[in-house]
């Protein structure tokens, strides 16, 4: 059965501070990847979504980057933090193979929550 | 911009009854239809999609989908206090080499003892 996992459950960062955020994925190959952030009172935003290794693409403008080194590990970054970070990181993946029809079902990771001081 | 509509809610309903939960989407070319749950605290998890009009059961849960109204609902019958979630919809087209879900903000349920 597959598993995903990221790290580290909870984070409090100072204002301008770096961050890196780890997601792993076991027990599936080639997998899509996704990074989602959910703020308070609001709904579930796409920031990066990864095909294959070193494949990042970016869905909105930010301060925020995101790099696949290898093909189940996704790792989300920032070289500083605003407050406006702050939030539910969640890291999704999918079947690559998926087609229509329930095939291109996301699976959530347990999420990381991240406040920014 | 493609857009998932749901009712923020609170919705609350008492023990035992169904709960009908309603979710409206933009994009007519969305092809699969999703209902997540989500724990106060904790991430979403899947219960069930529909990609075909009509109805589809899973237990409890119904899942209905009318693509020439853009429109998805889930029905939870005999609902339990531990059905009290968030209920976010999600539906999905292909795109740029990929499909993308989109998500709604999410219906609050609160199931009455």
């Known amino acids: 059965s597959q598993t995903i996992h990221q790290w580290p459950a909870t984070l409090v960062q100072p204002v301008g501070s770096p961050l890196s955020l780890e997601c792993t994925v076991e027990g599936t190959s080639n997998p899509n990847l996704y990074w989602y952030r959910q703020a308070a009172g609001r709904g579930l935003q796409l920031l990066f979504y990864?095909?294959?290794?070193?494949?990042i693409s970016s869905e909105v403008p930010q301060n925020l980057s995101a790099s696949r080194p290898q093909d189940r590990q996704f790792i989300l970054s920032s070289k500083k933090l605003l407050l406006s970070d702050s939030g539910f990181y969640l890291c999704?993946?999918?079947?690559?193979?998926?087609?229509?029809?329930?095939?291109?079902?996301?699976?959530f990771g347990p999420g990381t929550r991240l406040l920014v001081l | 911009q493609k857009e998932v509509e749901q009712n923020s809610g609170p919705l609350s309903v008492p023990e035992g009854a169904i709960a009908s939960l309603n979710c409206t989407y933009s994009?007519?070319?969305?092809?699969?239809f999703f209902w997540y749950r989500q724990y106060s605290g904790k991430s979403p998890e899947l219960i069930m999609f529909?990609?075909?009009?009509g109805d589809k059961e899973d237990g409890r849960f119904t899942a209905q989908l009318n693509k020439a109204s853009q429109y998805v609902s889930l029905l939870i019958r005999d609902s339990q206090p531990s059905d009290s979630a968030t209920y976010l919809c999600a539906v999905t087209a292909f795109g740029a080499g990929s499909y993308q879900l989109t998500f709604g903000k999410g219906t609050k349920l609160s199931v009455i003892p």
């Open positions: 999704a993946w999918r079947r690559r193979s998926g087609g229509s029809g329930g095939g291109e079902t996301q699976y």
């Open positions: 994009d007519r070319g969305s092809q699969s």
């Open positions: 529909i990609y075909s009009n």
């Open positions: 990864s095909v294959g290794i070193g494949q």
